[in-house]
């Protein structure tokens, strides 16, 4: 039976660490790294490397003062390093990974939880937003006169989410998931196999969508929670709602100017970047009652009991 083991992959398609050209690089520097890289699959790194030596014995020969074990320890020379890149790319030219089968799944990555008091009229919502504003520019002045010009990007975007009477709702993230089983080769004898994961990006945008949960499933999503305010209406018999929000902000900048001075000319080219994160909360509660907001433990969000 083989061992099956479930791995995080990366966003692009049939790419393993030990095809990317860089790697190969690194481990021409340093074979040492070549038994971490295979990490990824279940196959024991260490048997599956235990030959490398042996075939990139022939470089260490030709070029003893660039690879020698105690040997000068400098830097490898250009003609010794590429000898040994083609020595290491050889040999994983004999390492091959077959995909024997591949299932696309969509999952839905919980984000918050919120719900809404169980009374007439009442109403919550939280808002999340974020902007981004990027800007390019440039100037040049010439004995005191000069122009320039800068051109400026700003993107924002906001999610609202509401909830009625009772209703309890979660907020989550779609995601497309690949797995595939993978058959690894060495020389054409079989390893190993192992299931490899990875997240699809779709070619049409995904926003964060929202549903219903039901009581069960709801108590396992908040695990728990902590009192942040108390919300004292009992006095108020009128049946009027009060409206309560709350709002939180986090902003930041990046500036970078690169200018030079020569004789009577003064260039520049500018760049700044500026983000900005906001979350608002608005709850619409009825008259009559005690409320206490709540934080969950097991995620973000809040909710009354």
């Known amino acids: 039976m083989s061992t099956v083991r479930i791995t995080p992959g990366t966003t692009r398609v049939h790419a393993y660490p030990w095809e990317d050209a860089a790697w190969i690089e690194s481990v021409a520097h340093d074979l040492n790294r070549a038994p971490s890289t295979f990490d990824v699959v279940r196959v024991d790194p260490h048997e599956v490397t235990r030959d490398l030596v042996a075939e990139v014995g022939h470089v260490v020969t030709a070029y003893p003062e660039d690879f020698a074990p105690f040997g000068e320890h400098r830097a490898p020379s250009r003609r010794g390093l590429a000898a040994m890149y083609d020595a290491v790319g050889r040999w994983m030219r004999g390492i091959k990974t077959v995909t024997e089968d591949k299932t696309m799944m969509h999952i839905a990555v919980p984000l918050c939880a919120f719900n809404c008091p169980d009374v007439a009229d009442a109403k919550t919502s939280f808002a999340e937003s974020n902007t981004t504003e990027k800007t390019a520019?440039?100037?040049?002045?010439?004995?005191?006169?000069?122009?320039?010009?800068?051109?400026?990007?700003?993107?924002?975007?906001?999610?609202?989410?509401?909830?009625?009477?009772?209703?309890?709702?979660?907020?989550?993230?779609?995601?497309q998931v690949r797995v595939e089983c993978v058959a690894v080769y060495k020389r054409d004898q079989y390893l190993d196999r192992f299931l490899r994961c990875e997240v699809v990006e779709s070619s049409v945008r995904e926003a964060n969508g929202v549903r219903l949960v039901d009581h069960s499933e709801w108590r396992n999503l908040i695990g728990g929670g902590r009192p942040v305010e108390r919300f004292d209406l009992s006095g108020d018999k009128s049946g009027s709602v009060t409206t309560y929000e709350r709002s939180h902000e986090l902003s930041g900048s990046f500036e970078a100017k690169l200018g030079l001075e020569a004789y009577h000319l003064k260039s520049s080219v500018t760049a700044k970047c500026k983000a900005k994160e906001s979350v608002a909360l608005k709850f619409e509660l009825p008259g009559g009652r005690l409320y206490v907001w709540q934080s969950p433990t097991a995620l973000s969000g809040f909710y009354f009991d």
């Open 137 to 175: 520019g440039w100037s040049i002045e010439v004995l005191g006169s000069g122009f320039g010009s800068d051109v400026t990007l700003s993107v924002s975007q906001t999610n609202l989410f509401a909830a009625g009477p009772g209703e309890r709702k979660l907020v989550f993230a779609p995601l």
